[in-house]
């Protein structure tokens, strides 16, 4: 059997944060089925910004029960058609940002999409676990430390 020492173990679920959003205490699903990693988001406006394209949102954290949201910017990276497991295509936005999951921060990209139906707000897909260095075990949840990161270190702007 072979062991990765340099990779961390994460679980099924953990939670995360997305310090340059200002957002933190983010619960995350683990998808390693998913290329990409989605972003619950709403009322979303694509502007210019310095001759730049960038997206105005409203990130959408907690749970169905007690929902919080906030208004945050990021830089337009792409936009990307996604196709869901059922077959349909949907053409989305895409941004990055750096992700915060236990002691390790690193920029990813995010899609964002309406996810008002799923139970987390967020997932992370595999591009983001390789790029994480991060090895998933199934069996376990929020393994991980949840991210913490000064208050000052918060802005508006999603650009990493």
């Known amino acids: 059997m072979k ?14 944060a997305l310090p340059h959003l200002g957002v933190a205490g983010l ?18 406006e694509p502007f210019e910004r310095d001759g ?10 907690g749970t169905v029960v007690q929902l919080r ?14 196709k869901s497991s059922n077959g349909h295509a949907q053409v989305r936005y895409v941004i990055r940002t750096t992700l915060a999951l236990g002691d390790r921060v690193w920029p990813v ?7 008002k139906a799923m139970r987390y707000r967020l997932l992370l897909g595999s591009k983001a676990l390789i790029d994480g260095q991060l ?22 702007t999603g650009a990493a």
Request: glycine share 4%; with cysteine; proline share 4%.
């Open 3 to 16: 062991t990765f020492d340099h990779l961390t173990v994460i679980g099924l679920r953990e939670w995360v």
């Open 27 to 44: 619960r995350a699903k683990i998808d390693t089925g998913a290329s990409t990693s989605s972003l619950h988001a709403t009322e979303i």
């Open 52 to 61: 730049e394209k960038w997206v105005r949102f409203n990130a959408h954290l």
């Open 69 to 82: 949201h906030r208004r945050c910017e990021a830089q337009l990276v792409a936009m990307k058609t996604i």
């Open 109 to 115: 990209e995010f899609t964002l999409a309406c996810r």
């Open 135 to 156: 090895v998933v075990n199934p069996g376990v949840t929020y393994i991980q430390d949840k991210p913490v990161f000064p208050a000052s270190n918060l802005s508006a």
